[in-house]
């Protein structure tokens, strides 16, 4: 599972930060989560395709997560694509879409599907991953969307294999794919017999804007990392007020703690922080969030893609476009 992050500013784009958008990369494709003015141009920038992405999913319809869908889906159209899109967001996200549809005349040479969000669990959404959506505290109805590796595969344990009697060759091929194996002296060997146990399914939770983090409580137990908006630092939250409800990275950062999330990703910065240079830097950001957070920290980057392992570790696999 990889993410790769197609804008990471609050409100309005900076010269080096898009308004909000990550993909979720799987084995059978990839989704968008929000979709921020400016997403498609910052998907030219990857080796993301329209043509493979399976779902996009809208966590509220303010501007910054939103305002990018009818030029995406537009473009989409122009590219040729047939296949069917699922759209999953807020109820009002279909007005929203269809009204800049009918106003603008575009007519898409593929089916759209729009999900409620209640609905996002829907079993036939996606094949290789299950969807859950958990409530926020935001100004208008917002979610985060969990995504949860539905198959886990099996590894051969060779300490069985050898207690067993299963010579090394073909027939641990065949144990590993599902299929018994007759042994020379004509037993069979079962590859629930041979079969380490099944490896922790991998978990990603994506929150739209929050202003309380502990509403995830329920949502990450199980998750091995969490992206969350960190707007603000405290001190600037403080001085700001409630009235935008949003997140401090402190705030954030001691949920995660509190919740032992292994991989915690902080986005959506507010444009006052610059990325190295101003009275307020991404510095400040990331030193508040390490002052509770001892565990593995990224402040996403525009096009920055992490990689969870199968083991539950997220690692950078390379540096963003200049």
């Known amino acids: ?40 141009h910052r ?20 501007g910054d997560h939103c305002y990018g869908l009818p030029g995406l889906l537009a473009s989409a159209g122009l590219l040729n ?6 759209i999953v967001g807020p109820a009002p996200l279909e007005r ?22 209640a609905d996002a669990g829907r079993a036939t959404l996606l094949s290789d991953l299950a969807v859950t959506a958990t409530a926020l505290s935001h100004r208008i109805p917002s979610f985060a969307y969990g ?19 299963v010579p090394r060759g073909p027939l641990w091929g065949a144990l590993q794919s599902g299929l018994d194996a007759v042994l020379p002296d004509g037993r069979t060997v079962r590859p629930a017999d041979v079969l380490q146990p099944p490896r922790r399914a991998r978990r990603i939770v994506i929150a739209g804007d929050n202003d309380t983090p502990e509403l995830l409580g329920d949502a990450v137990r199980d998750a091995h990392v969490l992206v969350h908006e960190a707007t603000y630092t405290e001190a600037v939250l403080e001085k700001v007020g409630p009235g ?18 292994p991989n915690l990703v902080l986005t959506h910065f507010s ?7 101003g009275p307020l830097t991404l510095a400040d950001v990331e030193a508040e969030a390490r002052a509770e957070y001892a565990g593995n920290l990224f402040l996403a980057r525009d096009l920055a893609r992490l990689a969870l392992d199968k083991e539950g570790m997220l690692s950078e696999l390379a540096s963003p476009e200049a």
Not at 149 to 156: D, H, T, W
């Open 244 to 261: 935008p409800q949003h997140s401090s990275a402190l705030r954030v950062a001691r949920f995660a703690r509190e919740a032992a999330i």
């Open 1 to 40: 599972m990889e993410l790769q992050f197609l804008g990471t500013s609050s409100g309005t784009p900076t010269k080096t930060r898009n308004v909000a958008g990550v993909a979720l990369r799987s084995a059978d494709g990839w989704v968008l989560v929000d979709c921020g003015e400016g997403t498609q």
């Open 43 to 62: 998907i030219l920038r990857t080796n993301l395709s329209p043509h493979t992405l399976r779902a996009i999913f809208i966590t509220h319809l303010h």
């Open 81 to 86: 694509r047939t296949a069917p899109m699922a």
């Open 96 to 117: 929203y879409v269809r009204g800049v549809m009918d106003t603008t005349a575009l007519q898409l040479p593929y089916p759209v599907e729009f999900i409620d969000v």
């Open 147 to 165: 995504f949860t590796e539905k198959a886990v595969e099996r590894k051969l344990d060779p300490a069985r294999l050898a207690a067993v009697g």
């Open 271 to 277: 444009p006052r922080y610059q990325d190295s240079q």
